[in-house]
């Protein structure tokens, strides 16, 4: 991900996690509820095994829950849209993620073949969240107030 990305959608931002690289002994990265992710950590999830490069995954957006998602191997194309803006972001580095907030469609596309995605949520799972309809999403953004896009830097 390009280091000067800056977002134009609304309800996201952008996660660095603190990087620490001590040869030969790998690579550290750490990821701090409420100091890298400003919210508490309800539910972690990873993806992978997304062989099938025509696989598409996402397409949906959630009427409360935070998400912070990060391109732990490999990478993908991450696609936003809050209603009014469009943004697409390739993810391929993993000390940097993307804060997803409320009310923000998000698909994913493009993945490489050894592609691992990690999922930080704010909560545990409910179907009622989940707004799986473009259409109904597209309402709901609309007669949404204008929301404040929220972006979380930590020193590294």
Same mark, same amino acid.
């Given at each position: 991900?390009?280091?000067?990305?800056?977002?134009?959608?609304?309800?996201?931002?952008?996660?660095?996690?603190?990087?620490?690289?001590?040869?030969?002994?790998?690579?550290?990265?750490?990821?701090?509820?409420?100091?890298?992710?400003?919210?508490?950590?309800?539910?972690?999830?990873?993806?992978?095994?997304?062989?099938?490069?025509?696989?598409?995954?996402?397409?949906?957006?959630?009427?409360?829950?935070?998400?912070?998602?990060?391109?732990?191997?490999?990478?993908?194309?991450?696609?936003? &849209?809050?209603?009014?803006?469009?943004?697409?972001?390739?993810?391929? &580095?993993?000390?940097?993620?993307?804060?997803?907030?409320?009310?923000?469609?998000?698909?994913?596309?493009?993945?490489?073949? &050894?592609?691992?995605?990690?999922?930080?949520?704010?909560?545990?799972?409910?179907?009622?969240?989940?707004?799986?309809?473009?259409?109904?999403?597209?309402?709901?953004?609309?007669?949404?107030?204008?929301?404040?896009?929220?972006?979380?830097?930590?020193?590294?």
């Amino acid at each position: 991900m390009n280091p000067r990305l800056k977002l134009r959608v609304r309800h996201s931002g952008l996660v660095d996690l603190s990087f620490f690289h001590d040869p030969p002994d790998g690579n550290l990265f750490i990821a701090e509820a409420k100091w890298h992710v400003p919210f508490p950590i309800r539910r972690v999830y990873f993806i992978n095994n997304l062989a099938n490069r025509a696989a598409v995954r996402g397409k949906h957006a959630h009427r409360k829950l935070q998400q912070a998602i990060f391109c732990i191997n490999g990478a993908f194309t991450l696609h936003l &849209d809050d209603g009014r803006t469009r943004q697409r972001l390739l993810l391929n &580095d993993p000390s940097r993620g993307v804060l997803l907030g409320p009310m923000l469609w998000h698909t994913m596309s493009g993945f490489s073949y &050894d592609c691992v995605i990690l999922v930080l949520a704010s909560a545990r799972f409910s179907e009622r969240d989940y707004i799986r309809d473009y259409g109904e999403f597209q309402r709901l953004s609309r007669s949404a107030k204008s929301g404040t896009r929220s972006t979380r830097r930590a020193a590294r």
